[in-house]
């Protein structure tokens, strides 16, 4: 069955709360008791990359990496997290069963390099400014230097400024390069900045980009998810409603 192989990853954009990260985790338990699948929570600790310095940032790497410990043992789910720098490394392995490589740092082989001498799964997320058969290069990085296992992560290209464009051929392209190939759901609805200091987007279109890369071929899915996204602290407009994320699930496994 498709829920058997597929990968979901899920979470809120930073960690906001510990109140906010159980909400999230135990929705995510009675969605994998539900559907039979094995979501893998996602939330970051350092949102490094804000457009603006006054933005919420989150609780950084020690806090944030013991919230992250708390939820993985509470809930038993899989975690995920994102590094900026190769120092993060190696504390955030012995929490993550995955890290995730910011799309801007895709290229950055210091990070690569110390990311995949955790011994954990890599999460390449593609750049906005290259193609799907340029990330043979950040692969192979990863694999030279030890990963066991490596993803990559489609989250839509810059053709200009304050937007973004999905070119879905770049899912089957990638997968000449790994086998699992996961849509980014919810950052390939932002509009980069176009707000007032900060990235805004239109969650209506989540689905949509969920649905049209399985016709590509994905093998997984991202999203980032909130109880009240327009209350959130990062994202807010690109975030999906957290009671939504079950039955979008449920029609993508089908």
């Not at 950084?60 to 043992?73: E, H, R, W």
């Not at 991202?222 to 407009?237: I, K, N, R, Y």
Request: charged fraction near 25%; include cysteine; aromatic fraction near 8%.
């Amino acid at each position: 069955m498709a829920n058997q192989h597929t990968i979901f990853i899920a979470g809120p954009c930073v960690i906001e709360s510990a109140e906010l990260l159980d909400t999230v985790a135990a929705q995510l338990v009675e969605i994998n008791h539900a559907l039979g699948t094995d979501i893998i929570f996602k939330a970051s600790f350092d949102k490094a990359n804000r457009t603006s310095i006054h933005s919420f940032r989150g609780p950084g790497l020690d806090k944030g990496l013991q919230m992250l410990a708390d939820v993985k043992s509470r809930y038993r789910l899989r975690i995920t997290t994102d590094i900026h720098e190769s120092w993060q490394a190696e504390p955030a392995g012995e929490v993550c069963d995955v890290l995730q490589i910011p799309a801007f740092l895709c290229r950055q082989t210091d990070l690569l390099v110390a990311a995949a001498k955790t011994g954990c799964i890599v999460n390449i997320k593609k750049a906005q400014f290259l193609s799907g058969r340029d990330m043979r290069y950040p692969v192979e990085k990863a694999l030279d230097s030890g990963a066991k296992e490596v993803w990559l992560t489609e989250r839509g290209n810059c053709f200009g400024y304050n937007n973004l464009v999905v070119d879905f051929r770049n899912i089957p392209d990638m997968k000449e390069i790994v086998p699992t190939v996961i849509m980014d759901c919810t950052h390939s609805v932002q509009r980069p900045s176009a707000g007032e200091g900060k990235t805004v987007g239109d969650r209506r279109f989540v689905p949509a980009m969920a649905k049209a890369a399985k016709a590509f071929g994905a093998t997984g899915y991202f999203f980032e998810v909130h109880p009240q996204p327009d209350q959130g602290l990062s994202d807010a407009a690109n975030m999906l409603e957290l009671d939504k994320l079950g039955p979008l699930i449920k029609e993508l496994i089908k």
